[in-house]
């Protein structure tokens, strides 16, 4: 069986994780969730390497929301970066679900985004595991997780 | 039969990946392709990995269409050096074919350049794979994919 | 009987270890700590790896006190990309425990500052390594080591 | 019979890898050179490593002229990254041989700029391959590539 | 007997790895010291990993004085990175010893830096390498090398 890890952080002002284990169990089944909570999002890529190597996952979600001060991009940044390095090491998808805090106009846009982003991003962890040619038919569309998808250019 | 990846995602705004298999297959036979798209740009050095150690191929295009705010800026740069990572660690090239948001003036502009630059990059993968010697004859010359050449530089 | 590798430096200008140790030794035992001292953030990296695989310690703390000039946050930014890097290579967590110059009032918030991060992360510390359920019923909930918690997003 | 890998690109607007290999054939003799042609910067790490493992180079030179943009900048900071990367993994060195296209004031002097840096820098390669007792000489005399030396501090 | 690195380049304006020397032969004795001169700050990390793998040394001193424009500082920080990659891959200390040319007011600041700094970090390097109790008495000091200790903070 399958196994999904879920790394999430309690620096998050929302429970992202929930979201995306609710969106995953509610659009297939057949998988087993791994779900591991850190403080924040730098202690995201080691978390997301134990559940690949630890835990047997064969993909994992990273779900965070960095601050909105420069500091805070930064250490995105470094998440960011250290997210990319695991997943070459391991050969596996790490679907990193980033929600800023400076992204929603308030705190309730930004309620609604960390929920949305991480259902969104939940379906294409299913699709990256289960289905990957549903990926293919979709390229070039102009896909967008939480606001709405900017679509295909217009000639 | 040698092998091309090509990694794409569906957060771009144009097919980049059917542009450059046009190319590819107008311009050369005796190879196969293996394509695989990815949500974004961050997914594509895994998406590469694979591509290189799971599928076998001998090179890969990373195709990608960066949005213009200082964040996806960011993206686009965690997904470069992820691809240069992967190269390095697998002895094999990986053409980074990117379309910022803002290097267009208008829709068409940019539907335009993403269909050219993927096509003259398809060239370029296929010179480094069966040609390396068409390359050595136009060093220096400052060449540009997509715009026009920059040319090479006059005493 | 499980390590914990404390890595600090003489740049900082208050005694983050003393405050992380003296807090991991009131929450918890059975515990051993190896304190390693360094001179400043950018060889924390490496003080982290001889603790992991000199020393065995089976987590890490990371304490330091960037200046405030543009090359401090660059020097921070370094050093934390070399902490993730470890952490990714040994399979382990490193609680990065920085507190930048410009994030105090004053000398005295400042002080402050250090001495209560150092300790709400030493308790991070113990719930990774003795009871990470504890952290997982805390995800979401907008956390903050030092200042007070940022709380939940409200809907 | 030691061999040197000379990596260049089709994107420089002068032929840096000539002035490079004219360079070294004047000044030393008892050498082999291996010359590996890519379109941009970011394909040099690569490059290099391939001249490396698959050529057996003992050292390399990658010469390249990024462009004037911000995106030329980070370019160039990527393939920089991976040049180094290259260097530590392989324990070699590669003269990195980089002139931005906004270092001359006008097409001329960056023409005689990307001669001459190439080969100042091709004098360093042979110097570090040969002779190194040569740098040390050198050592904090403020030496520059390309433009006149800056020379060393007066107390 | 232990063996200490020094590597230094041609870029800087001042004789650092000089400096450096005379002041670990003045405070220790029962050591070797191995010189290596590169051109300029980005060769300093193979140098160092060569300095560590086919020289054995024990621990290193990176020496340099990166200039004082922006593509510099990019320098600096690419190679900073590098060095704390080598330490990484190593489990061996470099001490990462730059001036940069814009912390002085003049040139006979620089000068008087230049050489005070890379005598601090020469005691530092003898004590990561003899005396590693020294350094943890000094733990949270803020001492700063070069320039006058910023002290601890003031409650």
Not at 1 to 25: H, Y
Not at 127 to 150: M, S
Request: glycine content about 8%; some cysteine; aromatic content about 6%.
């Amino acid at each position: 069986m399958k196994k999904i890890g879920i790394a999430d952080t309690t620096f998050a002002r929302f429970d992202m994780g929930k979201s995306a284990i609710d969106e995953l169990k509610s659009n297939h089944t057949g998988f087993k969730i791994i779900r591991y909570t850190v403080p924040g999002v730098k202690d995201l890529p080691v978390a997301c390497k134990k559940l690949f190597e630890e835990q047997n996952c064969d993909i994992a979600m990273a779900l965070g929301m960095p601050g909105s001060k420069p500091i805070d991009k930064q250490c995105a940044h470094e998440a960011s970066t250290g997210i990319i390095q695991v997943q070459i090491l391991c050969n596996k998808h790490i679907l990193e679900v980033f929600v800023h805090e400076d992204e929603g106009k308030d705190e309730k846009e930004l309620f609604w985004l960390a929920d949305q982003r991480s259902r969104e991003h939940a379906i294409n962890c299913l699709d990256l595991l289960f289905n990957p040619e549903n990926l293919t038919r979709e390229a070039g569309k102009g896909l967008r997780e939480g606001f709405e998808d900017a679509g295909p250019l217009r000639m």
